[in-house]
């Protein structure tokens, strides 16, 4: 074995290993088709979101209430792409959110390769928990990854009401928690109190209590 077929191999075993930890979706979601940090055999560098595999023009959910901050074509730079749709994205701002280590960071999250936005969604509109933001688009199906997907990224500072300059986290740090300790992937259910503050109240300085998940379910 060559020096470098042996660092492939070393490097799969890692990326394997540290997959099978991670929290998965209920059943009832579409799958995380590629996840944080992954580095399949067609990516030049660690994935930086989430990919969720579904259904061309599924719905895709804002993953908690906040402000939209970015809608429209992706910024240029980020990826070249052969894409047949534009590649749509919205992001949003979210406030504040305690880790588990007690530290309290801004969050934004990121929505891309969607095909369309949601009616009359607007840069700076208030958006809810689990509120439709956009539908699922092809504009990530080129090459070897040949299906529909949503790409989710989160990113943080600790500043309030800073929207750019953010550094990438790994989604699966800012799932909502049930319970003390509890670290699942949770599906958005309307029914569910997440103590979010009302559209009224939501300051870019609110706190809010986790991610749910981007997709319908
Ligand atoms: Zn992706």
């Known amino acids: 074995m060559t020096v470098a077929a042996g660092a492939v191999l070393l490097l799969a075993a890692c990326v394997t290993t540290a997959g099978t930890d991670r929290p998965r979706p209920p059943t009832s979601c579409p799958r995380i088709t590629s996840d944080y940090g992954a580095l399949e055999g067609y990516r030049v560098s660690p994935h930086t979101g989430i990919d969720i595999g579904a259904r061309y023009g ?6 908690a209430p906040g402000v939209v901050v ?16 534009r590649q749509k994205s919205v992001a949003i701002y979210h406030g504040g959110m305690l880790t588990p280590a007690g530290d309290e960071l801004f969050v934004s999250t990121s929505y891309d390769h969607l095909s369309r ?6 840069d700076g509109d208030f958006v809810r928990r689990g509120q439709h933001i956009g539908a699922n688009g092809a504009s990530g199906a080129t090459g070897p990854v040949g299906f ?19 550094s990438r986290r790994n989604p699966h740090d800012f799932w909502w928690q049930a319970g003390p300790g509890e670290r699942a ?14 559209a009224i109240e939501w300051m870019p300085e609110t706190r809010i209590s986790g991610l749910t998940y981007p997709a319908e379910c």
């Open 58 to 63: 599924a719905p895709v959910l804002a993953a």
């Open 117 to 122: 936005f949601a009616e009359g969604l607007r």
């Open 185 to 198: 992937i949770h599906a958005f259910d309307p029914d569910q109190d997440y103590g979010d503050p009302t």
């Open 148 to 166: 529909p997907h949503i790409h989710f990224g989160v990113r943080v500072t600790g500043t309030p009401k800073v929207y750019t300059g953010l």
């Open 70 to 85: 970015f809608i429209g074509d992706r910024r240029p730079g980020n990826l070249v792409s052969e894409a047949t749709d």
